[in-house]
């Protein structure tokens, strides 16, 4: 892979890559939901297109101040469901859906933050009190733009949370995961309660040659689909990006990669701006010997990232919070053997405002 640095301009490349005809995307899922919503590797990487390229958007969504807690619990927006497809393949650990939601462009956000989701019906809290259920958040996994590039639509990326009881040797339905299996059984049409947007920590920097290296387990590769869209998708004149988007994915098996089409038709549509490199720990090993994990994939290239840190790249982290410690232990460990005091350039990393994690 070829060396890179935070203060490089990296040329645009004008490649364009036809992508194979699979399903009609998001469009087609509208008008037959049943035929694609269930199959075992449905394309929702929904560039919707067939070719990478830039897009015409409404760049009135790039005027005003960042949205923020525009809808609160007790007052909530509500939406409707455009779109629920499985991206998983047969043999993925779970099951994890890419949800379109019509928001009619009246709940705008931008990239990185995130929105709340109110499941439906109600429970009994500690007083003896019936009230709605509690406020789940969801990485936006869109540009402010959406899937169709018209800014009416967002999308989720939610995976199914079950529970295995092994007493009763299955699934105890009565321990699910209530907002994300409402999200992943929604049909078109169904109503969805939201609040939002909220969130300042995973927002994309200003400088369009910034370097951003990406680091996701599982769905926390949501807010990073948006970045990349905006990226290399959409025709935004005050944004014309010159950078580098580095991504370090980490799930099971290939089966359970997310927006792997997109993510390889951008990367060869631009190899100078775009790197992708997956941690799958039930194929892959490490150099010990082990499980390849995301930080092992990470210190592969520890000396380019440490290089583009040194540099000025933002580096973010979202996914679950048991990657993290794993992570800080590598790079203080890799820190270390190259002299460096840790705590040191952590600390300049974090007042310069290059060190973004949001994990649950």
Known sequence: ???????????????????KPRTAGFRAARAAPSVSRRSAKVVAQAVAVETVKKHKVPLKLEEGDMPLNTFSPKKPFKAKVVSVERIVGPKATGETCHIVIDTRGEIPFWEGQSYGVIPPGTKINSKGKEVPHGTR???IAASRYGDN????????CVRRATYWDPEMGKEDPAKKGLCSNFLCDAKPGDEITMTGPTGKILLMPEDPNAVFIMVATGTGIAPYRAFWRRQFLEDVPQYKFTGLSWLFMGVA???????????????????????????????????KGG????????EEYADEVFDLLDNGAHIYF???????????????????????????????????????????
């Open 149 to 156: 590039f018209d800014g009416k639509t967002t999308s989720l």
């Open 291 to 298: 499980k390849m994990y995301i930080q092992d994939k990470v």
């Open 137 to 139: 958040l969801y990485s």
């Open 1 to 19: 892979m070829q060396q890179t640095m935070a203060n490089q301009t990296f040329a645009p490349n004008a490649q364009r890559v036809v992508l």
């Open 318 to 360: 979202c996914g679950l919070k048991g990657m993290m410690p794993g992570i800080q232990e590598m790079l203080e460990r890799v820190a270390k053997e190259k002299g460096m005091v840790w705590e040191e350039f952590f600390a300049k990393l974090k007042s310069n405002h290059q060190w973004h994690v949001e994990v649950y």
């Open 253 to 287: 098996n290939s089966d359970a990669k997310l927006y792997d089409e997109e993510i390889q038709a951008i990367a060869k549509a631009h190899p100078k701006q775009f790197r992708v490199d997956y941690a799958l720990s039930r194929e892959q090993q490490n150099k």
